[in-house]
């Protein structure tokens, strides 16, 4: 397979070369490649390495009825995403050896991408015992109660202790049981955590920030060199604020924020504060989001956006470029995450994307693969959508 006419990034700037793959992998990568072979015309297109998600549910198994595997993963490769991390607020809850191989099982029976579970870091997410740690992270790449914060401190401090043995990172939704869902629940555990990770040493990733103070903790900490603590945010935070809430579709945890806040979650992604940008995939069935806000869960849908809601946003308006845009998306979420590596190179695995950067359209709700339809960006107009996502040298998308 050939990718023609299409552009790559090198030293920040757009360049057009052609693209070779066989049996899987890139083999050239050149100005003109003069081979015969199957053809794809990539014309006003960028051609990237696959993006990756560290933030995504599935859904399956427990909840099929909101996303199966099949569904959430294909609703991936229509986004250019070729590799995700699975949360794990699940049921059966990947807390024992036993329950992680039921979930891989049907990963590998349905992926469309690649998936890597998490495990989570209490039993079921109740936060009062330790999941089986030491035997899980054998298996994972990352340690995660993601849908809840972990209060029981020495609780914590204890799967952060393992974590740093097993060289595992652990994703926190920070969350004060006090405060909960008010800015001043995330940063009161943002500042508590991060001070903990600093004494321990372990490897120590923030999940869906929103708020200016957090930001402000995890730059002070990353001043003072602690780099083994990272953040991540999400497309809806650094476009959306609390004033645009409509109904069901705009309500998520955390919830959106302040303009001012919206605001330090894009300072934050601009100065490099922020190494990863996370969809929080998170579907529910229209009926459970057609109910009164107060009462609808939390969660909106992402994977089929996200690339071209921060390329519209941030690469075509020039606050960012190309290279973040491939930072955020491919290098720092392998680099941060330890997954394995990929490039737009000779030699590298042939998981890649090419993205349309040459037309705008609307995104409409009959598109949508995932089964969850819970979107605050209906209809808005975007470019950056994929034409082809291809994995281990295969086509997986097609638009």
């Known amino acids: 397979m050939i990718i023609r006419n299409g552009w790559i990034v090198e030293n920040n700037q757009l360049i057009k070369k052609d693209i070779y793959i066989k049996d899987g992998y890139i083999q050239k990568v050149q100005e003109e490649i003069l081979d015969l072979d199957e053809e794809i015309d990539a014309r006003g297109c960028l051609v990237m390495p696959g993006a990756v998600d560290v933030h995504v549910h599935l859904r399956e198994p427990g909840y099929s009825y909101k996303e199966t595997i099949f569904t959430g993963t294909s609703a991936a490769a229509k986004g250019g995403i070729t590799e995700i991390l ?4 699940l049921n059966p809850c990947p807390d024992s050896l036993k329950n992680l191989f039921i979930e891989q099982k049907l990963i590998e029976q349905n992926a469309v991408v690649h998936v890597h579970p998490y495990c989570a870091l209490t039993k079921n997410e109740k936060g009062e015992e330790l999941a089986d740690l030491p035997q899980l992270c054998k298996h994972v790449y990352g340690i995660s109660d993601d849908g809840v914060g972990v209060n029981q401190i020495s609780l914590l401090e204890e799967a952060m202790q393992i974590a740093l043995k097993e060289n595992k990172i652990i994703a926190s939704h920070a969350e004060d ?27 120590y990733h923030f999940c869906h920030l929103s ?84 009462d609808c869960p939390n969660g909106i849908i992402g994977l089929e956006t996200m690339l071209p809601l921060i390329y519209t946003y941030f690469i075509q308006t020039k606050k960012a470029t190309f290279d973040d845009f491939l930072n955020w998306f491919i290098y720092n979420p392998i680099q941060i995450f330890g997954l ?12 890649l994307t090419i993205l349309d950067i ?8 009959e598109e949508i693969l995932s089964l969850g339809k819970n979107t605050p960006f209906l209809n808005w107009e975007l470019t950056g959508f994929a034409k082809y996502t291809i994995q281990n040298g295969k086509i997986i998308w097609r638009a």
């Open 86 to 89: 699975a949360m794990a607020n």
């Open 177 to 203: 049981s006090v405060d909960s869902k008010l800015p001043k629940g995330e940063y009161i555990a943002v500042k508590r955590e991060i001070e903990m990770a600093k004494r321990i040493g372990c490897r």
């Open 211 to 294: 708020t200016k103070e957090s930001f402000d903790e995890i730059r002070k900490a990353r001043k003072e060199g602690y780099t083994n603590i990272t953040c991540e945010v999400t497309p809806h935070h650094l476009l959306l604020n609390e004033e645009m809430i409509k109904d069901g579709n705009w309500k998520m945890n955390p919830p959106l924020r302040s303009e001012e806040n919206r605001l330090a979650t894009v300072e934050a992604l601009l100065d490099g504060t922020v190494s990863i940008i996370a969809s929080d995939h998170a579907p529910h069935s229209e009926e459970e989001k057609s109910k009164v806000y107060e």
């Open 340 to 351: 394995p590596k990929r490039k737009l190179e000779s030699g590298y695995v042939a998981d």
């Open 358 to 365: 040459s037309n705008f359209r609307k995104y409409k709700k």
